[in-house]
């Protein structure tokens, strides 16, 4: 079965400044789909940033990017000139491309403060 | 659309009550997953259905739970008789099925209910 792990449980950053967020998976499958989930106080489940596995290319929007290390089964999400409003639990997620194994699998979270 | 619609939003009930969370996904969805929250487990998936078909439901608890599609645009997650520890977040989200790969790539992630917090005194 595939596990996500996120091993942050917390981290802070100041406006203006750069973090990172970890992540790592296991699985054995070479087909997937790799996510990163925002969810704020308000408990809505926001989608930030999405990878697909047979892509090189890590993806960006905007302030947000990903380092996908497929060999290594990381995927991290970077957050430059971080905003207050960036403030929220952050969930890594996978999902499987292959047939009958769809679910979406995420990791415990990483609680981010964003300090003014 | 509306997006995915949870109700209740909340709902608070005594020990031993049966509880009904209901679900409404976006149209045109092929998958709904119904995900359950707390502080110490995080998300959990509890199950998930394709063209209303349970596929995978390794992750209900135990047979107090039970879940059902009737059609393409309704779901129910029922907890009978609930129980203290039942408290938690329950969300509902809805997908497409994933594109082949090389094609574009939308449609792949989930989207999000607003959740229902329950409570079980």
């Known amino acids: 079965a595939q596990t996500v792990t996120q091993s942050q449980p917390e981290m802070s950053v100041q406006e203006a400044e750069t973090v990172t967020l970890s992540c790592t998976y296991d699985t054995s499958e070479s087909d997937y789909y790799l996510f990163w989930y925002k969810q704020p106080p308000s408990r809505q489940m926001i989608l930030v940033i999405r990878?697909?596995?047979?892509?090189?290319q890590n993806a960006t929007e905007n302030r947000f990017s990903v380092n996908f290390q497929k060999a290594a089964k990381s995927f991290s999400l970077k957050i430059s000139d971080s905003q207050l409003g960036d403030a929220a639990m952050y969930f890594c997620a996978y999902r499987s491309a292959e047939g009958g194994s769809e679910k979406l699998v995420f990791g415990k979270g990483t609680k981010l403060t964003v300090n003014p | 659309d509306a997006g995915v619609i949870q109700s209740p939003r909340h709902e608070v009930t005594e020990m031993g009550q049966e509880v009904t969370l209901r679900c409404k996904p976006i149209?045109?969805?092929?998958?709904l997953f119904w995900y359950r929250q707390t502080m110490m487990r995080g998300l959990e998936l509890l199950i998930y259905?394709?063209?209303?078909?349970?596929?995978?439901d390794s992750g209900m608890p135990e047979d107090r739970f039970s879940a059902k599609m009737p059609n393409a645009s309704f779901s129910t997650l029922k907890i009978q008789p609930s129980e203290p520890r039942d408290s938690a977040v329950y969300f509902c989200a809805s997908s497409l099925f994933p594109p082949a790969l090389g094609s574009l790539p939308g449609g792949t992630e989930a989207f999000f209910g607003q959740g229902t917090r329950l409570t079980v005194v």
């Open positions: 259905f394709n063209n209303n078909v349970p596929i995978d």
């Open positions: 149209s045109g969805h092929d998958y």
């Open positions: 990878q697909e596995a047979y892509k090189q």
